[in-house]
């Protein structure tokens, strides 16, 4: 377990560094661009990240799994080498057809970012994406985590950096601020890759590799026989024997190890897409003016959604902790209920917060972030993080339940209700919004859609987990309490509120209160069980 915990609060510390850092970039961001030149940066981000996820989607995972099993082995560098530059081809090659013939998705908006977004400038980021992915699976695999958080902080702060520096009074940028943002992307992706390269070429793998970081691996500790329980034969795949030496590492273990993220990936980035498609297209439909429909987009996707997944930092970390923690208690069915129960109470808490906050604070949220999209004149402007609070309620439980799944052993369940989940979304968006209903009803459709894709992924994952794990829902610390906790969140922020001011200050201590107050009865929803009184002598 120790390689697992000091991977696990590497990558959490590096996760809160750079949500903090991605924060700010937004903030930057938001004043950089309005929101409908934002919705054009969203459209060319959605058509860079279906180009590049399906490719790379399971290869972290695959190489770490991989790495974990057959260290020191002298065949395994030859496998990283050939699994990077299959992955390089597998996406440029795609990439740099379609980007190069001009292709886009059909619809409003598409036209206009081809005009606008120098969309062929996003293959060497992909190809860098690429080769990265492959290399982090290593540091995964041999314990080097902490160089995966070096890396991506470097990168980060390389995009804040020049682009406080774009934003700052009195700079002019030498190219039109969608040109330098695609620009910033190639720029971050190098320095990423060059500082994970030279960790790769120049750090050694710690002594200590027995235990994989990967999800649903679990390292054990030597045994004194050193016999096929220990080190990283402990995270053998099922069916190959526990004596002698392992077989070679090969490309097609790592592939197969892959495919089925992959597989996912494909589906999910092909349902992004035509989402981006149908969003403007829909709103247009219904009045909206194709600049009216971006900033809606750009607002949801650049504003509402990324204040959603704000409280990962903490639900991210809570799952990153319990695929271990599951695959340890697996053999023992009555600790691993216990766990789960913990677990759920814990992130649908988390939510409740959330929601509260977004649906009080949002308004000021929005104008921190993106100042004038109160005053913009599309419907819903600057209000569309409160229209999407509801989905904070479930979305961290589907985080922990999808871990709780990954930690079994099990991701063909969450990959089917993850699908089933993007396939509600896209369907309420292309039958809910119908032309020349009112434009304000069809944006609310559009973030109810999102509120629909995270209730079904919710739903779906936290039963799956409740039947292959045989927990039973727990009314009180699930439904009872976390409605308590609310109540509570809102009487401390309308007693306090009045008395503290609605300045910074004031609001800092009336959320810390409402905070305290949420993460007390969390913990009382979460606490162990009682054990039982011993009966007493007759």
């Known amino acids: 377990m120790g390689g697992i915990l000091r991977s696990t609060l590497w990558l959490t510390a590096g996760n809160l560094a750079n949500r903090i850092l991605g924060l700010l970039y937004r903030l930057l961001l938001g004043r950089l661009l309005d929101p409908a030149r934002l919705g054009l940066f969203q459209l060319a981000m959605s058509l860079y990240f279906s180009l590049l996820t399906p490719v790379v989607a399971g290869l972290p995972d695959a190489v770490a799994r991989v790495t974990a099993r057959s260290a020191g082995h002298p065949a395994l560098p030859r496998v990283i080498t050939r699994t990077a530059v299959l992955a390089v081809a597998g996406v440029a090659l795609p990439a740099a057809w379609l980007l190069l013939t001009g292709w886009t998705p059909p619809g409003p908006g598409w036209a206009e970012a081809r005009q606008a977004v120098p969309l062929v400038l996003l293959l060497p980021a992909i190809a860098l994406a690429a080769a990265s992915a492959v290399l982090r699976g290593q540091f995964l695999g041999d314990g080097r985590s902490a160089w995966i958080v070096i890396a991506q902080l470097v990168e980060q702060v390389v995009r804040v950096g020049a682009l406080a520096l774009a934003v700052h009074p009195g700079a002019r940028l030498p190219w039109p601020p969608l040109v330098f943002l695609v620009g910033l992307l190639v720029a971050g992706e190098a320095v990423g890759f060059l500082s994970t390269w030279l960790a790769y070429r120049t750090v050694a793998p710690p002594p200590d ?12 500790p030597p045994s004194p026989a050193g016999g096929p329980g220990t080190g990283t034969a402990a995270i053998r795949p099922a069916g190959r024997s526990g004596h002698g030496s392992d077989p070679a590492p090969s490309l097609g273990e790592v592939l197969a190890l892959a495919g089925p993220a992959t597989v996912e990936r494909i589906l999910l980035s092909a349902a992004r897409l035509l989402e981006a498609t149908l969003i403007p297209t829909r709103l247009v ?10 900033a809606v987009y750009g607002e949801l996707g650049g504003l509402a959604a990324p204040l959603l997944l704000l409280p990962t930092v903490f639900s991210g970390a809570l799952a990153a902790a319990i695929v271990p923690a599951v695959a340890q208690a697996e053999h ?55 229209w999407v609070a509801p989905a904070a309620l479930l979305l961290y439980a589907d985080q922990v339940a999808a871990a709780v799944m990954r930690g079994l052993g099990r991701p063909l369940e969450p990959m089917v209700v993850d699908l089933a989940s993007a396939g509600v979304r896209i369907a309420v968006i292309a ?74 200050a004031g609001r800092l201590l009336s959320w810390s209160a409402a905070g305290a107050a949420v993460a007390a009865i969390a913990w009382v929803a979460a606490a162990p069980p009682r054990p039982p009184r011993t009966a007493l002598p007759s």
């Open 285 to 294: 439909q219904t009045g909206l003016t194709v600049t009216q429909a971006l």
């Open 431 to 504: 039958w809910g919004i119908r032309p020349g209903m009112p434009p304000d009803a069809a944006v609310r459709v559009v973030c109810l859609s999102l509120v629909a894709d995270v209730v079904v992924a919710g739903g779906g994952n936290l039963a799956c987990a409740l039947w292959r794990t045989g927990t039973a829902p727990d009314l009180v610390g699930w439904v009872v309490l976390p409605a308590c906790a609310g109540l509570a969140a809102l009487g401390i922020l309308d007693g306090l509120a009045p008395l503290l001011g609605s300045g910074l």
């Open 209 to 220: 590799r027995g235990s994989p970081a990967g999800p649903g691996t679990v390292g054990n």
């Open 332 to 386: 023992d069915p009555r600790r691993l209920r216990d766990q789960v129960r913990r677990v759920v109470a814990v992130a649908l808490h988390l939510g409740v917060l959330a929601a509260v906050l977004f649906a009080r604070e949002g308004t000021a949220l929005a104008a921190l972030l993106f100042p004038g999209t109160a005053g913009g004149d599309y419907p819903g402007a600057g209000r569309l993080i409160h």
